[in-house]
């Protein structure tokens, strides 16, 4: 625990103006940051007597161990920098909201020739028209079936649209009048893109012309006595009018409005948004924050508002935002929307009427979400403590391991061995700081072998860090483990050290971990734990120690992992396995495993552990098995990039076309001159030629197939594998 008085500025030397401060704890990680009209006044208060600090500020100001910041010229400037910094840093003690679901819009498409409709979650794109959030999907679904009627816009894949494009002929929509089917030119896509923008105008509210209009044509249809025609208007208006009615009018004059309420206790605060457009509600949101520092419920609006209007710009922030409590001072704020809008936005409390109504409505639902989320995280506190301390009492630990991390082997029959490391803290997934290993110490099938490579490449890099943090002493005797003498220069560079002192690639892939689908479900997964974190605040790797090492085997896997980290010096974690046939969890130095009853809360935990483990490196080992699959004797020829391959295939048709062309006909590719042409011809004469695709549930030999590269079979089931590839049904992957 440092004492502020340590770092505290000498009197002068800070500004009496505007500007963003930053508290950095000894490690150089940014712990929080904050704004100030004047930078003295506001500083000034940290550095009073303990005493009478907020204890959640007192905790802040003890484990800071430096202050600095940056003058700026306005307030509206120091907001704008203050946003920016708390998205870089990620500060452990600043108010972060999280989403409590990944929201879906409806989304259209307009930076494509053919706009689609489409139902969209994540980030939101450049081009984009977006409409929403809605509370679920299915509510989009069910609004676009009605208005497909009416505006018959696109809303298939874009490997959908190529199929029907080759063809030349639609999908079932294209036939039952629910798709114009510009696929197959039965609409230009000029007239597509006038489609789609009354698509676009019909759900931003622009509703009542567009039904007048309607109205009039079904008028002149039946004096013109076009029976069929009119009663296809009167449909059409009756579809508007039921998905109107989905979204009913709360507010007049079609008003465009935002409505934030704030629901709090003394740890934590629940925020709900509703998005009025055309007076209607149009989507609802909701986050819940812990109070890691005091703050009021105006400093809650204030972020709240930063982290809705960050990144939007345009008619992304409405002419109107009501809120419970105004910023103090609201007038940077109000500048701060009004220059991302581009116009006038106006901040203010309700006092009376629909939009005071409508505002009591939004924050019962605030009260409602913190209730909710409160029962439920009682609820998980209480199991989540109970398998901890279980699983302390079992292994015997010094206190409750808070940060577990667990190690799998994955392969198929000794090929592409890959290995994960998945992260739990508190007993909750940290998906963030998952990692997977490609295997390349050795060749072949060797589970322990391969546990110990990983293991003393994961700590390896650890003590690396600690020693350039500074963590770590010159003579390896002050803050770390003993037996730093075993830190050799060849340890710290990440690679793996093999029998004749080379160092292969480390093998650690730290962005494909953003690859896996399973990880990739909500934005802040792509937010590292502010434990991560370089000397300048940024996210750095393999920075904190674990409690517990899991290691997903028995006796074998157990032993490996504790001699790698004996070789590095590490005594003080724990290490321990979980055998999967009886859920055995085994201990390095005991003879016999420890067994947890089958209703243990801790036992679960492990079992949550290990699974999470192996689900995460067989996806990682499957990817990369599909990988080599898909590899063909194009890849062989130096040189020649993925553009140019695709550019050859798509001009000849196949390889086997290809392998049959004369360098002359290759020159003819674009792109492809005289030396290329030879190399290419030259490496696919020493390819031998794929078998023929044999279907081996008819036994029906399908060699004059031309447009699969490379050439496939097929398995039991009829589905293509590549030809002699392992089929999973008949291998073993691990």
């Known amino acids: 625990m440092?004492?502020?008085?340590?770092?505290?500025?000498?009197?002068?030397?800070?500004?009496?103006?505007p500007g963003v401060y930053r508290f950095r704890d000894e490690h150089r990680r940014v712990i929080y940051v904050g704004k100030a009209k004047s930078l003295r006044q506001r500083l000034a208060n940290y550095f009073q007597d303990l005493v009478n600090l907020h204890p959640r500020t007192r905790t802040m100001v003890t484990t800071a161990a430096s202050v600095e910041w940056t003058v700026v010229s306005t307030e509206v400037e120091a907001l704008q920098l203050e946003y920016s910094?708390?998205?870089?840093?990620?500060?452990?003690f600043n108010v972060k909201y999280r989403d409590d679901k990944s929201y879906p819009y409806l989304a259209v498409t307009m930076n494509e020739e053919f706009p689609r409709v489409q139902v969209m979650r994540g980030h939101k794109k450049k081009g984009v028209r977006y409409f929403g959030p809605y509370g679920h999907a299915w509510a989009i679904r069910d609004t676009v079936d009605l208005l497909l009627r009416v505006f018959p816009v696109r809303t298939c894949s874009a490997g959908v649209f190529k199929n029907a494009t080759r063809t030349g002929r639609p999908c079932l929509l294209g036939y039952i009048g629910k798709c114009s089917a510009p696929c197959v030119?039965?609409?230009s896509p000029a007239d597509h893109r006038e489609l789609a923008e009354e698509f676009c105008d019909f759900m931003a509210g622009r509703t009542g012309t567009y039904l007048r209009r309607l109205e009039k044509q079904m008028m002149d249809a039946a004096e013109e006595m076009e029976y069929e025609r009119a009663a296809r208007l009167r449909d059409d208006i009756e579809a508007l009018k039921k998905a109107m009615e989905k979204n009913a009018v709360v507010l007049a004059d079609a008003t465009d409005a935002d409505l934030i309420a704030v629901a709090e206790d003394e740890l934590e605060a629940a925020v709900q948004i509703f998005h009025v457009r055309g007076g209607r509600v149009r989507g609802q949101r909701g986050w819940v924050t812990d109070k890691v520092e005091e703050v009021t419920t105006a400093a809650l609006v204030e972020h709240a508002l930063q982290q809705l209007y960050g990144e939007e710009t345009g008619d992304a922030v409405p002419k109107e935002v009501l809120v419970p409590a105004l910023p103090d001072p609201v007038e940077p704020v109000q500048e701060w929307l009004t220059g991302r809008r581009g116009s006038?936005?106006?901040?203010?409390?309700?006092?009376?009427?629909?939009?005071?109504?409508?505002?009591?409505?939004?924050?019962?639902?605030?009260q409602q979400a913190l209730a909710l989320?409160?029962?439920?995280?009682?609820?998980?506190?209480?199991?989540?403590?109970?398998?901890?301390?279980?699983?302390?009492?079992?292994?015997?630990?010094d206190s409750a391991p808070l940060r577990i991390e667990c190690y799998d082997i994955s392969h198929l029959q000794g090929d592409d061995v890959v290995a994960s490391m998945v992260v739990f803290e508190d007993g909750l997934q940290r998906k963030s700081e998952y990692r997977r290993f490609q295997i390349k110490g050795f060749a072949g099938q060797d589970d322990v072998r391969?546990?110990?490579?990983?293991?003393?490449?994961?700590?390896?890099?650890?003590?690396?860090?600690?020693?350039?943090?500074?963590?770590w002493a010159e003579d390896g005797t002050e803050n770390g483990p003993t037996g730093a003498e075993t830190l050799t220069d060849g340890m710290l560079t990440g690679g793996t050290l093999t029998a004749d002192g080379t160092e292969p690639t480390d093998g650690l892939e730290d962005a494909d971990v953003l690859k896996d689908a399973d990880v990739l479900k909500d934005a802040d997964v792509l937010k590292d734990a502010d434990g991560f974190k370089n000397e300048d605040g940024r996210p750095k790797k393999f920075a904190y120690p674990p409690q517990l090492v899991v290691v997903d085997g028995g006796r074998p896997q157990v032993a490996a992992a504790k001699r790698a980290l004996d070789e590095l010096g590490i005594d003080d974690i724990a290490v321990c396995g979980l055998a999967k046939r009886l859920e055995e969890v085994w201990l390095p130095e005991d003879d016999d495993p420890v067994v947890l009853p089958r209703s243990s809360e801790g036992l679960y935990l492990l079992q949550r552990v290990r699974d999470e483990a192996h689900r995460f490196a067989i996806s990682y080992q499957r990817t990369k098995r599909a990988k080599r699959f898909r590899s063909g004797p194009l890849d062989d020829v130096p040189g020649l990039g993925e553009t140019r391959k695709q550019t050859l295939i798509k001009h000849f048709g196949s390889v086997k076309k290809l392998r049959s062309a004369t360098i002359e006909q290759i020159q003819e590719v674009p792109g492809i001159g005289r030396k290329t042409a030879e190399t290419i011809a030259a490496a696919l004469a020493q390819a031998a030629p794929a078998a023929p695709a044999v279907n081996t549930a008819t036994g029906e030999i399908m060699d004059d197939r031309e447009d699969e590269v490379p050439e496939t079979t097929a398995d039991a089931s009829g589905e293509p594998v590549p030809a002699g590839a392992p089929d999973d049904r008949r291998g073993q992957e691990t």
């Not at 910094?85 to 452990?92: F, G, L, N, S, V």
């Not at 391969?450 to 963590?471: D, N, P, Q, W």
Request: glycine content about 4%; cysteine-free; overall charge positive.
């Open 2 to 17: 440092a004492d502020p008085s340590s770092y505290r500025p000498k009197p002068g030397q800070i500004p009496d103006s």
């Open 85 to 92: 910094w708390i998205k870089e840093y990620d500060p452990r």
């Open 185 to 187: 030119d039965r609409i």
């Open 344 to 366: 006038n936005v106006s901040l203010r409390i309700p006092q009376r009427g629909d939009k005071k109504a409508l505002m009591e409505t939004v924050e019962r639902n605030a």
């Open 373 to 397: 989320h409160k029962t439920k995280r009682a609820s998980d506190l209480t199991t989540r403590s109970r398998a901890l301390e279980e699983i302390a009492d079992a292994l015997d630990l």
């Open 450 to 471: 391969s546990m110990h490579e990983v293991i003393t490449r994961r700590f390896r890099r650890y003590l690396a860090e600690k020693e350039r943090t500074g963590e």
